[in-house]
């Protein structure tokens, strides 16, 4: 996304603001609330990279803002090491167990997974109870320094809140380059689909790890600049209860938005300071921490109902700080982008390019593919037809590692690849296209695109946050603009990929796929939903890509298309082979007459 003036002029207008704010309250707000929201804002800002941005919803922050202020602690009181060294020892601890605990926690999916993230709070607060040698066990730890370099001390409220918000407006700008990047685009994908995210050579594990770790690491900062701050820590503010805080905060603002972090920590952390002072006035002394939950609870669900993208959305479009959409200098040439593929026809296998020996998938009693074996040579379309469950589908899935096969092998150019996951085939030059379009709906049409480019580019993670790949990106776009054009979608690549009609969604999934620069296309039904000039030019354009060197595997129930455009065609019943050759020789194949019109027809 690109600011707009006006937003860069809000974001100046923030910093400035923030700048004197503790001019401007002296002796009427206490400081303090303004560093605790920043101390907040640095885990929610975390939050929102992992259960916004990569759909891994946490209830485990607590734990990590917990662990980085024991490091701290630990270390400076119980080993001497310095403040300043023991801060990076905190981020780097947090991220390090958040990236170990990475692989077990995201096997799970959804509530489970919540669960499972629910469960590091529980261990944090028994080790930190129990190893009271380290810990100081319920009581805490007293006397921690304050941060200093040499003779150079941190001390005070206005100190921190000053080294506070430098490290929020630090995460802040290292959290918009990660999601307005490739990484972030993969994450996106991640959220939205895992199988198809995999299909395009995207690793879930991979990035679900990586976002885990970040956003541990900014909670691990946020608890050892906590214990600094105060020079005291018990395992108290680290209660589960406060991961439930964080996840309000996050809601609030508005998962999605790094600055709505802020906001919903602001607004949460202001709220409850002024419920404590008001309602033991009103109510008694006592009566705050019961009213504040049901308070907290209405607010909450009056910002879902009316607003679920959270407060900082309907913000955005009140000021006018919308940001614009994704803009490419130039647009690839439709003959570059359709360019000779390194399948070409040139180096020829003698034994099939893709080579299927033995396939079965059995689900339970249901046998969806059995014993299928088949060879595609380079350059060639291969066509698959069969009746409804046929099993064309699975087999698909199969051979692109959607699925695991119960038995059998799948080659490509010789090399066993029936074991790799999909993201590994994808890599190898598997590219597919789904029976149901499988999209990315909160990506723009152009940037669903550019993520079907994603093995091909190379920015780290760690580059990601530091905006070091703006230049692929410029190219990237240029290259998926060049796609769009080649499916008749350009028009539309500022869109959000969810506002595309049936027929578009099926060629925003070509043009994904044509991305990837694929040895293989699988290709599942893709006239489906098209009208009848579409489907001429899906004819056209498969041609074309065949032309260029691609090997082609269609699946299509429109079996006059399928005619049209393969050079040869299987044809399946029941999971089995039951013809293979030419469309004249298959066409008039007793076999496959009875499978589409019965047996008393044929006979």
């Keep these: ?226 214990v600094h701050y105060l020079s005291f820590v018990s395992p108290s503010p680290f209660a589960f209860n406060f991961s439930i805080d964080l996840l309000v905060m996050s809601v609030l603002g508005g998962i999605y938005q790094l600055p709505g972090a802020v906001a919903g920590t602001a607004i949460l952390t202001v709220l409850r300071e002024a419920l404590r002072t008001i309602m033991p006035r009103v109510l008694g002394s006592g009566a705050s921490a019961e009213y504040e939950i049901v308070l907290f609870g209405v607010l909450l669900a009056v910002v879902i109902i009316f607003s679920p993208a959270g407060v900082w959305p309907p913000l955005i479009k009140v000021l006018r700080l919308e940001s614009a959409r994704p803009r490419w200098a130039q647009v690839a040439p439709v003959a570059g982008v359709l360019a000779k593929s390194s399948s070409s026809l040139a180096r020829p296998e003698p034994t099939g390019l893709l080579r299927v020996e033995g396939l079965r998938k059995q689900f339970g009693g249901l046998l969806a593919v059995d014993d299928l074996s088949f060879h595609v040579q380079a350059g060639e379309i291969y066509g698959i037809i069969g009746p409804n469950g046929a099993g064309k589908t699975t087999a698909f899935n199969l051979i692109s590692g959607v699925l695991r096969p119960t038995r059998g092998t799948v080659y490509l150019r010789g090399r066993k690849i029936s074991d790799l996951p999909a993201y590994r085939r994808a890599a190898l030059g598997v590219g597919r296209t789904f029976q149901t379009p499988n999209v990315f709906p909160d990506l723009t049409v152009l940037e669903n695109v550019m993520v079907g480019l994603h093995r091909l580019t190379t920015t780290s993670f760690t580059g990601a946050m530091l905006g070091l790949g703006r230049r692929e990106d410029t190219q990237a776009a240029a290259q998926a603009a060049g796609y769009l054009a080649a499916v008749g979608l350009l028009d539309h690549a500022g869109l959000p990929a969810g506002a595309l009609p049936f027929g578009g969604l099926r060629l925003l999934e070509l043009a994904r796929a044509l991305a990837m620069h694929p040895i293989v296309l699988l290709l599942d039904e893709p006239a489906s939903g098209l009208t009848g000039a579409e489907r001429a030019e899906l004819v056209r354009l498969i041609r074309r890509i065949r032309d260029t060197g691609t090997t082609v595997l269609l699946v299509e129930h429109d079996v006059g298309l399928v005619m049209e455009v393969a050079d040869r065609v299987l044809v399946l019943n029941y999971g089995r082979r039951i013809a293979d050759g030419t469309p004249r020789v298959v066409r008039n194949d007793p076999r496959v007459i009875a499978a589409y019109l019965g047996e008393e027809a044929v006979s």
Excluded at 197 to 205: L, Q, R, S, Y
Excluded at 207 to 224: C, E, H, N, Q
Aim: charged share 10%.
């Design 1 to 226: 996304m690109i600011p707009t003036r006006r937003a860069r002029l809000a974001a100046t207008i923030a910093v400035v603001v923030l700048a004197i704010l503790p001019y401007a309250v002296a002796g009427r707000i206490s400081l303090s609330i303004f560093v605790f929201i920043g101390l907040f804002s640095l885990i929610v800002i975390g939050l929102s990279l992992l259960a916004g941005h990569a759909g891994q919803v946490s209830l485990g922050q607590a734990a990590f803002y917990g662990l980085g202020a024991y490091i701290a602690a630990i270390s400076t009181l119980r080993i001497g090491i310095p403040p300043w060294l023991a801060l990076p020892l905190a981020v780097s601890g947090a991220a390090g167990v958040a990236y170990l605990l990475g692989a077990p926690i995201f096997v799970l999916r959804g509530h489970f997974l919540v669960l499972g993230t629910l469960g590091l709070n529980v261990v944090m607060d028994v080790l930190v109870r129990n190893v009271q040698s380290l810990t100081g066990g319920p009581t805490g730890l007293t006397g921690i320094p304050p941060l200093s370099i040499g003779s150079l001390m941190i001390a005070g409220d206005r100190a921190y809140y000053y080294l506070i918000w430098t490290f929020v407006f630090a995460a802040l700008w290292l959290g918009r380059n990660l999601v307005s990047s490739r990484v972030g685009r993969a994450l996106a994908a991640v959220r939205s689909s895992e199988v198809a995210a995999a299909t395009v050579g995207i690793n879930p594990a991979f990035y679900k790890s990586r976002v885990f770790a970040a956003s541990a690491a900014l909670a691990g900062l946020a608890g050892a600049l906590y």
